[in-house]
């Protein structure tokens, strides 16, 4: 019997260690700043960053050996974006910046803004062709497109208390998100709004609203992949905040529609994977979801991992996490809970648990025996 507990507590821990999610690393990043938001290269190994250090931004860029350094563009940047090939950047006073990905300079774009004084750029994305940008001039906020150099009038939304964000762009146009600040006036930015924003080769983008609902306001856009073949419905993006997670869809015939996902609850920072695995930070920890489950999967990382995670992007084909200032950096291989170290693990365990139920089995039946039962 003394035999069989010891066995059990050694049991208890192995179970235990094989619950911590695998493929798990954590290193020191050498910055000092918070990561606003974060660009990658295909590889995964060279990356744009905008961080914030005090009351200022910066832009820094990660070679492939893992180092970080300033990247001098004579600018006050607010925004970066665009894909594993071009990352653009904006910044003040109409600053507009293009570089290929993984390279170690940028060049300013003097675009042709409309007479007066240049806006400051709040959102963007696209690449050094065309895209949607956010701009600011004064205290109004209105979207634009661009191409090549030429930006077009710039879209409003008419609603005076409903403030423009961030903008995306997905399949057939651009997401905007943003915040109402009519909803709750005293929690400052509230409430989750979302527009649709469509081109317009003539003028002005088209704004239509998709989404106005109470609550802490959206944060992150992940725009999935474009499909020529888009059959009804098909998802074009995932759009998350700080009380849901939401799908939009896209339909020929009935336009866009805005899906709150089951079991969703709100995120600090999301991303998806290349298995359409939802990987997000909340108040409950880290967790992964696949649309469709009916609800979130809390993952247990290794000791030593922090808890203060912000800022989840793909970096090639791992997951990266930054703590909030952007010290440490944690990353995640999600296709090592299917390698043969895992595969090996769950064994483990079976053997362990039919091991247990014949140490239980032979421990009984010596017991009956004991006592002339059998």
């Not at 020191?28 to 295909?42: K, P």
């Not at 607010?78 to 993984?102: L, P, Q, R, S």
């Amino acid at each position: 019997m003394g035999a069989l507990c010891i066995f059990i507590i050694l049991g208890a821990a192995w179970v235990n260690h094989a619950q911590v999610l695998p493929g798990v690393s954590v290193s020191e990043t050498g910055l000092n700043g918070s990561i606003v938001d974060i660009m990658w290269d295909e590889d995964g190994e060279r990356a744009l960053a905008l961080v914030e250090d005090g009351n200022s931004q910066t832009l820094m860029i990660r070679n492939q050996n893992g180092d970080w350094q300033e990247l001098d563009c004579n600018c006050n940047p607010n925004a970066i974006g665009g894909n594993d090939d071009i990352w653009v950047a904006g910044g003040d006073d109409g600053w507009f910046g293009v570089m290929n990905a993984g390279s170690n300079g940028i060049a300013t774009r003097s675009i042709n803004w409309s007479p007066g004084a240049a806006p400051d750029i709040i959102s963007l994305d696209g690449d050094q062709s065309a895209g949607w940008m956010i701009v600011e001039h004064a205290t109004v906020r209105t979207v634009h497109t661009w191409l090549d150099l030429n930006v077009s009038e710039g879209a409003s939304y008419p609603i005076s208390d409903i403030v423009l964000d961030g903008i995306k762009e997905v399949t057939g146009g651009a997401l905007v998100i943003g915040h109402d600040t009519a909803s709750n006036p005293s929690l400052g930015i509230t409430s989750e709004v979302l527009i649709d924003a469509e081109r317009n080769s003539s003028g002005a983008p088209k704004l239509t609203l998709l989404h106005r609902g109470a609550g802490a306001s959206f944060h992150t856009i992940i725009s999935l992949d474009d499909s020529s073949n888009c059959i009804p419905n098909c998802l074009i993006a995932i759009v998350a905040g700080g009380d849901a997670i939401y799908g939009v869809t896209s339909d020929t015939t009935a336009g866009r529609n805005v899906h709150r996902i089951a079991g969703s609850i709100g995120v600090n920072t999301i991303t998806m994977d290349g298995q359409d695995m939802l990987w997000f930070k909340s108040d409950n920890g880290l967790s992964t979801m696949m649309i469709g489950d009916l609800e979130p999967t809390i993952v247990k990382t290794p000791d030593g991992t922090p808890t203060d995670l912000s800022d989840a992007a793909m970096a090639g084909d791992n997951v990266v996490l930054y703590s909030d200032d952007g010290s440490t950096r944690v990353t995640i291989d999600p296709t090592a809970q299917n390698s043969l170290l895992r595969s090996l693990s769950l064994l483990g365990d079976l053997i362990l648990v039919l091991t247990f139920v014949a140490f239980a089995g032979f421990g009984g039946h010596a017991l009956l025996r004991k006592h002339e039962v059998l």
